[in-house]
Each structure stands twice: as structure tokens, then as C-alpha cells.
């Protein structure tokens, strides 16, 4: 079976909103020390900036750097220990409850959201309609059609480059300013018309605003979104215009949008598989479309080949998936290897602590608090 170099049909049949809160570590320790808002800031874990504000961004701190070279190219960066997650996991949890009043919401980690709007989209079109039906009935005039699409946010141009935000996350894409714009890159505010995707992608930004706006207010959190019609797209463009914005990328612009980027950049792909596609020569998601899916099969298996062979042209068919209730908590850190029962009982007393404050956050389900506080107990009086 040979590759198939011929663009398969973009997705066109869902809304799908991702949101990527801005610094989110850095956000909530500004909301815990308000004094904090406006001074360059970086939260440490271990012996790395994991994340700062964009006050230090501009002095070059980046995330993942070592507190050393942050504080040489920021002699008045404020560090803030960010070892206990406690407080982000709260705040996370207000960003889902903010944002599952506007559809199926996926948590992905602690600072992104997928948000499939699809249904809110619909409800308000068939609102709106019935409204214009009646306003036209009442006037004894012909109902127009739909108006044109207003997109709010960037509408992404295959054409307009992108390049890696950090060296350590080549999936953390920011468009690189391009002035004049792409040859053929009018401007796309109202290009589009009618019933089919460009409408609802377009209410779909006006969405993403809305979400933007109601987490701001009641989390306190300020979020970035990518607008598509997939996940894997609107995750990939929603960091483009980072911070505090918003990007769409519309269904034909998908597939040359995602054929230049580097494979490790496509969500699904980490390091193992990418070295694995590097041995064979694959480097970007075009080179990717070239190996026959039975060649992928043989090296990947059948689920993942198939995945792969979506993925390099922009196609994506999973759900968001709400997750239920809790079944299990976990915590862990970085230690060196234990030789004794002495160094277990210190690697328990520091864990210990943890998993009991994880297990009262968990408390509304009352399963897992009694299961698990019977395991921490059982560790507690073991030391």
C-alpha cells in the first residue's frame, strides 16, 4: 500500500474551542499576592523557572530555565515557590466549572481546556433565526439570509509563519510578525458566508470571547484560544497570538498549515515516537504523509499508524470527553534512589502530606476519600 500524497477532505463538522491560560502558575500566585501584578515574576520548581509573567518574559526569562540564568538576565525577578499545587488545582477547577456552561469540557492538565461549543452554537443559531422569522413575519417582508461571517480573533494563513516559543517545546507555536501580510492574505473579517462551517466557526470565536471573558471574571484566570474544527487544530493555533487572544483556523487552510511542522509539535507525538520517525527519516508532518500507512503499521501498530496518518494532514476525530467523578489519586517527586528503609520512611514523610491535602480537595467524592484516606493512614503510621 503506498502513501497517498492527496489531500484528504478537511473536518468541517464540529466547533471546538481550546483554551490555554496565560503563565497560568505565575497567574495564581498574582491572585494569592496581589502585590505581585505588574512585577517580573517567576515560579520555581526544583532548580527551574517552570513557568513566569510576561513582565520577566520581556527581560528573556523563559519558562523551563534554570533559576540562575533567569535571575542573571533579571537581577529583580520575584521568585514564588510553585511546589505546592494546591492552589492551581483550585483554580483550575473554577476554569472547568466556567467553562462546561458552554459545552463538553475536557481537562487537559491544569491550564488547558477543550470546550466543544457545537451544540451552544446551533442553540443560539436556531434562536436567532426564529427571531428574524418572526420580526420578518410581523413586517410582511421577506426573511434575508445569513449575514456574513464575523470572526473575531486572527484567522491564521497558512502562509504566515510560525516558529517554536521555547527550544524545550517545539509544540508551543507563536506566529512570527509578518509585515506587508502573505501574498493573498486579504483581510478575512467578513470573507465568508452561510449556513455550513463559516458560519459556525465564526459564532464559535464569539464563543471562545465569552469563555474568555466569564473565566477572567469569576476564576480571575486571563486565557489564550484557538478556534477550529478539531482538537489537534485548536490546540495547535491557540498559543499563536498569546496573550490574551484569540486564533481561528479555517478547515482549507488546514493541511498546509500542519505540513511544515516539526512531527514532535502534533499533540499525540513525544519523544519516543519522534525519534522513531527521525530514524526514518521523517522530520515534519509533510514528510510524514509520504511513508505507506502498512510501513506505519509495522512500526507503530495499527491504532497509532492510523492516528499518524490523520495527524500529518490536520485530521482529528476524537471526542471531548468529560471525565467523571475521581477514581484514584496519586502524587510523586524526584529523589534519589533509596537504598534503605530509613530513605523510604523520608521519601513517604514528604509525600505523605501531600497525598492527604490531594485527598481532602477530593472530598465531594466520597469513594475515593475513603479508600484513599485509608491508604494514607496505613502510610502515616508506618513511619
Known amino acids: 500500500m503506498s ?12 466547533v471546538i474551542v481550546h483554551l490555554d491560560a ?25 532548580y527551574l523557572v517552570v513557568t513566569c509573567n510576561y513582565v520577566a518574559r520581556e527581560f528573556g526569562v523563559r519558562k523551563l530555565m534554570g533559576i540562575q540564568e533567569a535571575q542573571r538576565l533579571c537581577p529583580n525577578l520575584v521568585l514564588a515557590s510553585g511546589e505546592d499545587l494546591g492552589p492551581y488545582r483550585a483554580a483550575s477547577r473554577r476554569m ?74 517545539v509544540q508551543d507555536l507563536r506566529a512570527v510578525p509578518c509585515i506587508p501580510p502573505p501574498a493573498g492574505d486579504a483581510a478575512p473579517e467578513n470573507e465568508e458566508s452561510g449556513t455550513g462551517w ?28 484557538g478556534v477550529a474544527c478539531n482538537k489537534v487544530l485548536a490546540k495547535l493555533v491557540s498559543g499563536l497570538h498569546k496573550p490574551d487572544d484569540q486564533t481561528i483556523l479555517l478547515p482549507p487552510e488546514a493541511a498546509a498549515f500542519v505540513s511544515p511542522l516539526p512531527v514532535r509539535a502534533l499533540p499525540g507525538i513525544g519523544h519516543k515516537m519522534e525519534a522513531q520517525l527521525q530514524e526514518m527519516g521523517v522530520h515534519s508532518a509533510e514528510a510524514l504523509r509520504s511513508i505507506p500507512l502498512h510501513i506505519l503499521v509495522d512500526t507503530f501498530g495499527e491504532r497509532l499508524a492510523r492516528m499518524l496518518s ?57 469513594s475515593v476519600l475513603t479508600e484513599r484516606a485509608a491508604l494514607a493512614f496505613i502510610l502515616e503510621r508506618a513511619l
Open 3 to 14: 502513501a497517498c500524497l492527496t489531500p484528504p477532505p478537511p473536518d468541517t463538522g464540529r
Open 22 to 46: 496565560d503563565g497560568f502558575y505565575a497567574q495564581c500566585e498574582e491572585l494569592l499576592d496581589p502585590s505581585l501584578r505588574g512585577r517580573p515574576l517567576g515560579v520555581t520548581q526544583k
Open 96 to 169: 472547568l466549572e466556567v467553562a462546561s456552561r458552554f459545552g463538553p469540557a475536557e481537562l487537559l492538565g491544569l491550564d488547558e481546556l477543550f470546550v466543544d461549543v457545537g451544540a451552544e452554537v446551533e442553540g443560539r443559531a436556531a434562536v436567532c433565526a426564529a427571531g428574524l422569522h418572526a420580526r420578518a413575519a410581523t413586517l410582511g417582508v421577506i426573511p434575508a439570509g445569513p449575514s456574513e461571517a464575523a470572526y473575531v480573533g486572527h484567522v491564521h494563513r497558512a502562509g504566515q509563519r510560525v516558529e517554536a516559543d521555547s527550544r524545550h517545546r
Open 198 to 225: 463559516q458560519a459556525r466557526l465564526a459564532a464559535g470565536s464569539r464563543l471562545a470571547l465569552e469563555i474568555r471573558a466569564a473565566i477572567k471574571a469569576e476564576a480571575g484566570i486571563r486565557t489564550s484560544a
Open 310 to 366: 490523520r495527524l500529518c494532514w490536520g485530521k482529528d476525530d476524537t471526542p471531548v470527553t468529560v471525565r467523571g467523578p475521581t477514581k484514584a489519586v496519586s502524587v510523586e517527586d524526584s529523589f534519589k534512589s533509596c537504598d534503605s528503609w530509613q530513605g523510604v520512611e523520608r521519601v513517604l514523610a514528604v509525600l505523605t502530606p501531600d497525598l492527604l491535602a490531594r485527598l481532602h480537595e477530593e472530598a465531594h467524592v466520597g
